[in-house]
């Protein structure tokens, strides 16, 4: 495939797959993934600013779910966040490494690394499932993002203890990280409220958030750290300033356009590209064996708690909380690029992380849809 008509590609399967997902009412995220399965196999390569903006486009994602956080409930629903996420990560993180290590019998590093994949809960789709089917200011979506951010937190942490080394560097990253959080959250919401920035056609709000997010992909780079975890911890910061203000929800729905328009697509497609058919194909007991794992542990450690603690979304809850993507494939490029997997289990896991997206959202989108007021809390 030529490298220039990419570009016209992508933007073809952008605009398409917004057309499907208006026509047949399914998230548009899982249609990009699965365009992206589709163009990656008939011989469209990833270039250096697909990779690189679709890296970015999980970031802005991760931000925006932080920002919708409500940090009210948060604490009020601790208990039952704390409950659900670590269960959400613990039940998959232990049924990946036993299928892995004593059924397929991969040595303890690959075992770890799957478990880890498996574990997570992808910020990126419960977000735009939530923002789409406006169920993010209802109780059950703002539990589902405190869950989710409980359960990556989680992730996050196995990938850094179990596989990283900490250096100096990371101590700087983390360090960075907390001081530009502290200085945004304490002087950012007389910036974005300022009477002479506002409502400007410069945006300078939403480039002060940009500048905010490729700092910490700049040091998590040089400290060999993930920056979607500061990210989110930045937007749940900044969640208080565009809940509270007329004027700061209009600069994230703006946010919100920007990114779902351009930068978040290019997240799904790419994501979708990684899948080797072919791969799978041939290891098809092995890839049906790790979706099954992770489909039943997750279910195992999410629907019981779920259904005491949000019983009008409970089943919901549940599906949505066994996706995968964002950390999943954060933890399988480390691997891949690390030397603990190879390109062949890359693309086994990353396929089971894709299909967990599409198969647990389609069902609850067709059939268990929580119907309930919104949370005025």
Not at 2 to 7: G, H, K, L, R, Y
Request: hydrophobic content about 55%; proline content about 3%; aromatic content about 14%.
């Amino acid at each position: 495939m030529v490298a220039e008509v990419t570009p016209l590609i992508i933007g073809i399967t952008v605009f398409v797959s917004s057309l499907i997902s208006l026509r047949i009412g399914i998230s548009v995220a899982i249609i990009e993934i699965l365009a992206g399965v589709l163009i990656g196999n008939i011989g469209v390569k990833t270039q250096d600013w697909m990779l690189y903006l679709s890296g970015f486009g999980g970031i802005v994602l991760t931000f925006l779910a932080g920002a919708e956080i409500n940090t009210v409930l948060m604490k009020q629903k601790f208990k039952e966040s704390i409950l659900i996420g670590f269960f959400s990560f613990a039940a998959p993180f232990a049924g990946g490494f036993l299928f892995a290590h004593y059924i397929l019998v991969w040595n303890i590093m690959p075992s770890l690394l799957a478990a880890t994949a498996l574990s997570e809960t992808s910020i990126a789709v419960v977000y735009s499932v939530l923002m789409e089917t406006g169920l993010s200011d209802t109780i059950t979506g703002k539990m589902l993002f405190s869950c989710t951010f409980i359960t990556n937190m989680f992730t996050a942490l196995s990938l850094s203890f179990l596989f990283t080394k900490p250096t100096l560097y990371t101590a700087t990253f983390y360090a960075v990280s907390f001081v530009v959080i502290m200085l945004v959250n304490r002087y950012s919401g007389y910036f974005l409220r300022h009477p002479k920035i506002f409502n400007k056609v410069i945006e300078p709000e939403i480039k002060l958030i940009f500048f905010i997010l490729f700092i910490f992909i700049f040091f998590a780079k040089i400290g060999v750290g993930q920056a979607v975890l500061p990210a989110f911890v930045f937007g749940m910061f900044m969640s208080k300033h565009f809940h509270s203000y007329r004027k700061t929800k209009v600069i994230k729905n703006r946010l919100k356009t920007i990114a779902y328009a351009v930068i978040t697509p290019l997240f799904f497609i790419v994501g979708g590209m990684k899948i080797e058919l072919p791969v799978i194909i041939s290891s098809i007991g092995i890839f049906l064996g790790f979706f099954a794992v992770k489909q039943v542990s997750k279910f195992i450690g999410v629907y019981f708690f779920a259904k005491k603690y949000i019983p009008n979304g409970s089943m919901y809850t549940t599906l949505l909380m066994s996706t995968g993507l964002t950390f999943g494939l954060i933890a399988l490029v480390f691997g891949l690029q690390s030397g603990i997997i190879d390109s062949s289990k890359y693309s086994l896991l990353t396929g089971v992380l894709i299909l967990s997206c599409v198969i647990p959202t389609v069902i609850a989108q067709k059939w268990f849809m929580p119907v309930e007021e919104e949370d005025i809390i």
